[in-house]
């Protein structure tokens, strides 16, 4: 049996009582605004956390799209692993190095950045629970400037540490998963599309709005609040596959049941920007 991961959320309070000790965190911002793809580096040049690396969800988080678009990945692909091997290194992660991932919008970003190097087979990997709100609320500081640390060595292959299931498998065998939808309401039931080829949702597909992941504060639910919750999908953790717009929001899903114990659920990563960009695969509204 493999061992069970270690939590993927840190409080500020944790985080900040580690500040200044040998085990400080590599930090990755997050931030990002899909209408405004540079407002996310700008807040980061403006203050971060002490000592954090921006990454960009379209340049770091996300590989080019390729010759055919949306037909092949998404709106947000998944960078080659060997590619974001070089990033990791880049940013001074080794598989011993403890990293904190953050962003401004609730998690979302961050927790591709956690998905991504779980994915990677990296286990010291945590979200800041509340993100920089909740660290400047506990007095962390912010500051400016570029990060000082020492880049390292790509990070070394291994097989991938989280499951993955593509358009065709849900096809081909619609009854073996639980799809899970993390977009708003209104484009998840088709009453709007401001994104993708085509407003609806995959045939099945349950709700679940990543946001509700979240207290009033900005930190995520308990985790009984979310193991109730997707307790009642009614089926074990590897059936259920998370999707969202493109695979990042969906990531918010997959760390909240991971935060609940609910280990083993996969990620569809073309999620409704793949699948709607194919006029031949169904589509389901209301």
């Not at 985080?15 to 590599?26: D, E, F, N, Y």
């Not at 010759?67 to 960078?79: E, Q, Y």
Request: net charge negative; glycine share 12%.
């Amino acid at each position: 049996m493999s061992p069970v991961p270690p939590s993927p959320l840190i409080s500020a309070e944790a985080l900040l009582a580690r500040l200044g000790t040998p085990g400080w965190p590599v930090l990755l911002d997050c931030g990002f605004d899909l209408m405004d793809p540079a407002a996310g580096e700008r807040a980061w040049a403006a203050g971060h956390l002490p000592g954090a690396h921006y990454a960009h969800l379209d340049r770091d988080l996300s590989g080019p799209k390729t010759a055919r678009g949306a037909l092949d990945g998404g709106r947000h692909p998944l960078p080659a692993r060997d590619a974001l091997a070089v990033t990791l290194g880049r940013w001074g992660i080794g598989p011993s190095t403890p990293v904190v991932a953050y962003d401004a919008q609730g998690g979302p970003f961050a927790a591709r950045a956690w998905w991504l190097l779980r994915w990677m087979g990296h286990r010291d990997v945590a979200v800041l629970d509340g993100g920089i709100s909740a660290w400047q609320a506990v007095g962390g500081r912010l500051e400016t400037g570029s990060p000082a640390g020492s880049a390292q060595p790509p990070y070394p292959a291994s097989a991938p540490g989280m499951p993955t299931v593509d358009a065709a498998q849900l096809l081909r065998s619609p009854g073996e998963w639980r799809v899970v939808d993390a977009r708003a309401g209104e484009r998840f039931r088709g009453e709007a599309e401001p994104l993708d080829a085509q407003a609806g949702h995959i045939p099945g597909a349950r709700h679940r709005f990543f946001k509700d992941n979240l207290a009033a504060d900005g930190r995520f639910l308990p985790a009984d609040a979310l193991h109730e919750a997707f307790g009642r999908l009614g089926v074990a953790p590897a059936q259920v596959v998370h999707q969202c717009g493109s695979g990042v929001t969906a990531c918010h899903n997959l760390l909240a049941m991971e935060a609940a114990g609910l280990h083993g659920a996969a990620l569809y990563p073309g999620s409704w920007s793949e699948w709607s960009a194919d006029p031949a695969r169904p589509v389901a509204r209301g």
